[in-house]
């Protein structure tokens, strides 16, 4: 707070956007900043309805601070409901209007042709879903962390769980609600999808196959084996859609011995994985998919840059980097026999540096170390204070 740059809280619906808004005004107004002082526009209210350009933003921003003396600050949720909005915040920064925070649920949030005028003025802030450790934090420290783990694997980690009962009818009813809001909402109406029947199956299609390598070709192969024609560019425009709305992330493969990243295939993951239960239910053979999608985030969170590595024929589930950092890492449920434990472990022997290489499971009592490789329990690591 208080530099001349603007802050760009970035995140999927529902993630706590909001909250950390409310809360930095609350820390400013213990600090002794007037509460008129401080503007506050939230777009999912009606109240704000009004505003739906650029110049309506400024106006009202502008006629809001007429009277105001001292240091001042706007605060705009759901920034994207604003047709234009870069144009308004650009004026309230060159004219040192206020400090500016702005929140928004859209990938493409600053990545119009507008957004270049925001170009070297801005700080983006990407707000994740809760890690298991927060998970257990907002449980209030619970000790049944296997059940909490549980929870977690089946809920996931949007902030607003936790203040309704963990069950099944009450969580999963929850949760298709805000993702009928993403769905409905933010992709079918915005961008005018006319065959909302089929955009739904798409959904579908990519919740039920995350961690699996997705192109659009497979996905038409597949729908034409089901007898329904759709296009390979309906196809990619639609997952875009999806990827827009922060539902999923696009992970690309890379290979390890040509150094070059693979096209037309890639791994997708969910920045939630509650609601891919709530949507399509929660399967028990879909544990490793779960599992991986975990490690995907936790190890976003923690600030590492991923993609898929492949080496020669095989795969490694993670290539993680962070301040010329890396990390192998392979995410399984268990271990429990020769040919798995070959193929967790000897995927990553076949890289021929001296980087970290990580085997992640659900195992507690296998050792802690094979063949120079780590191995680790899922919570354990799961509960580590990040690097």
């Excluded at 000790?143 to 963990?166: A, D, R, T, V």
Aim: glycine share 6%.
């Amino acid at each position: 707070m208080d530099k001349p740059i603007i802050k760009v809280l970035k995140g999927m619906r529902r993630v706590g956007k909001s909250v950390l808004m409310q809360l930095q005004i609350e820390e400013l107004i213990t600090s002794g900043i007037p509460q008129p002082n401080i503007l506050y526009i939230n777009k999912e209210s009606l109240e704000f309805e009004f505003i739906k350009t650029y110049s309506d933003l400024y106006l009202y921003a502008k006629d809001y601070f007429k009277d105001k003396t001292g240091q001042k600050y706007i605060f705009i949720d759901e920034v994207q409901e604003i047709a234009e909005w870069e144009k308004a915040i650009t004026s309230f920064l060159s004219e040192h209007l206020a400090d500016i925070v702005i929140s928004g649920s859209n990938a493409r949030l600053l990545s119009s042709e507008l957004a270049t005028l925001l170009s070297g003025r801005y700080v983006e802030i990407t707000v994740h879903p809760l890690t298991f450790r927060e998970f257990l934090l907002f449980q209030r420290g619970s000790s049944h962390i296997e059940w909490e783990f549980k929870n977690y694997l089946k809920y996931g980690g949007l902030p607003g769980l936790h203040q309704l009962p963990l069950s099944d009818e009450v969580i999963f009813n929850y949760l298709n609600s805000i993702l009928n809001t993403i769905l409905y909402r933010d992709i079918i109406t915005r961008h005018k999808i006319r065959d909302a029947s089929l955009f739904d199956k798409i959904v579908r299609y990519v919740f039920d196959n995350i961690g699996n390598i997705t192109s659009a070709k497979r996905i038409a192969d597949y729908f034409k084996s089901q007898r329904i024609k759709v296009s390979v560019d309906t196809i990619l425009n639609y997952i875009n859609y999806i990827e827009q709305g922060l539902l999923i992330e696009r992970l690309p493969r890379y290979d390890l011995k040509g150094k070059k990243y693979l096209e037309f295939t890639d791994k997708y993951f969910l920045n939630d994985i509650g609601l891919r239960h709530g949507f399509i239910g929660y399967k028990e053979k879909d544990i490793n998919a779960v599992l991986e999608n975990v490690v995907f985030k936790e190890m976003e969170s923690r600030g590492y840059k991923l993609s898929v590595g492949i080496i020669g024929q095989n795969e490694v589930d993670f290539i993680a980097e962070k301040q010329g950092k890396r990390k192998y890492i392979q995410v399984c449920y268990n271990l429990g026999n020769d040919e798995v434990i070959e193929r967790e472990f000897g995927n990553l022997k076949r890289i021929d540096d001296n980087y970290e290489k990580l085997v992640i499971s659900m195992d507690k009592f296998f050792p802690e170390e094979k063949d120079g490789i780590i191995h680790k329990y899922l919570i354990d690591f799961l509960l580590e204070e990040p690097d």
